[in-house]
């Protein structure tokens, strides 16, 4: 399903300590920024900050990748300003549904 080609790892280090890593899985066209983590007593330094930074620029170079996906919108006034302070925007995209008609007549049947 994945190939190594489709993972980005990306690590910080400060004195030789790794103080943030992101992960970022490449599906198709759409960049997805799976984990990142960074140590609390690092903050101040703006890891995070750093590393998106650096995504940024690498898949930028990739002609294939269309989007960077962040997250969902979350409804948290905090959550949401820091995706939007670090260039994100909300895209609105229909979502849809299929539902298998014999599953749907079993899982009637099943509640009656």
Do not use: W
């Not at 890593?21 to 490449?26: F, Y």
């Not at 750093?50 to 948290?76: A, K, P, Q, T």
């Not at 925007?89 to 899982?107: E, Q, R």
């Amino acid at each position: 399903m994945f190939s190594e080609k489709n993972f980005l790892r990306l690590g910080a280090y400060f004195h030789d300590k790794l103080v943030g890593i992101v992960i970022v899985v490449i599906v198709e066209r759409v960049a997805i920024v799976m984990s990142s983590f960074s140590h609390t007593d690092y903050l101040k330094y703006y890891v995070y900050d750093v590393l998106l930074h650096e995504v940024r620029n690498i898949i930028r170079s990739i002609s294939s990748i269309e989007f960077i996906y962040y997250g969902n919108y979350c409804y948290n006034k905090g959550l949401d300003e820091s995706k939007s302070i670090r260039g994100a925007s909300l895209i609105s995209s229909p979502a849809y549904c299929y539902m298998n008609p014999i599953v749907k007549n079993l899982s009637q049947s099943n509640t009656k």
